[in-house]
């Protein structure tokens, strides 16, 4: 259905109406979010996903044990609005360190591990979530 919708996408205006927001940013360059019957946000999937909050958060994954040390590292980041401890599973951890006002938070952090040698076993940059940012827009709408 995916592939039908967005060949037929090509040279027509196709218009899904859906809460599946998976189904939009698998098959659709334009999402029109209403709420209330009104208008909240007119843009493509992933100028909606840089409205996120998490949209630039560096979500590190670590051995579960460095947790304290990681975390006071990293509270103090600059451009950075945070630390957080998403989870705690059978000995590995993962934080979030939030994005504030800095565009290479993900620079910095790096450079900040490195210098300390802690070993992580993963660094990922987040792209945000189309469904916070719904959550948020509509909400707020009310």
Same mark, same amino acid.
């Given at each position: 259905?995916?592939?039908?919708?967005?060949?037929?996408?090509?040279?027509?205006?196709?218009?899904? *109406?859906? +809460?599946?927001? $998976? $189904?939009?940013?698998?098959?659709?360059? /334009?999402?029109?979010?209403?709420?209330?019957?009104?208008?909240?946000?007119?843009?493509?999937?992933?100028?909606?996903?840089? /409205?996120?909050? /998490? +949209?630039?958060?560096?979500?590190?994954?670590?051995?579960?044990?460095?947790?304290?040390?990681? $975390?006071?590292?990293?509270?103090?980041?600059? &451009?950075?609005?945070?630390?957080?401890?998403? *989870?705690?599973?059978? &000995?590995?951890?993962?934080? /979030?360190?939030?994005?504030?006002?800095?565009?290479?938070?993900?620079?910095?952090?790096?450079?900040?591990?490195?210098?300390?040698?802690?070993?992580?076993?993963?660094?990922?940059?987040?792209?945000?979530?189309?469904?916070?940012?719904?959550? +948020?827009?509509?909400? *707020?709408? +009310?």
């Amino acid at each position: 259905m995916r592939r039908l919708i967005q060949a037929m996408g090509e040279d027509k205006a196709i218009i899904i *109406s859906t +809460h599946i927001l $998976e $189904e939009v940013d698998a098959v659709c360059t /334009r999402a029109v979010i209403i709420a209330r019957g009104r208008i909240v946000a007119d843009a493509t999937p992933d100028e909606l996903r840089r /409205r996120s909050p /998490r +949209h630039g958060a560096v979500r590190i994954t670590a051995n579960a044990n460095l947790v304290p040390k990681l $975390e006071a590292l990293l509270k103090d980041v600059p &451009g950075a609005a945070g630390v957080e401890t998403v *989870s705690k599973l059978n &000995g590995v951890a993962t934080l /979030r360190v939030l994005p504030g006002d800095s565009t290479d938070l993900a620079v910095v952090v790096g450079e900040r591990l490195r210098a300390t040698g802690l070993a992580i076993d993963e660094l990922i940059v987040e792209q945000g979530e189309l469904d916070d940012v719904f959550r +948020h827009l509509t909400a *707020s709408a +009310h």
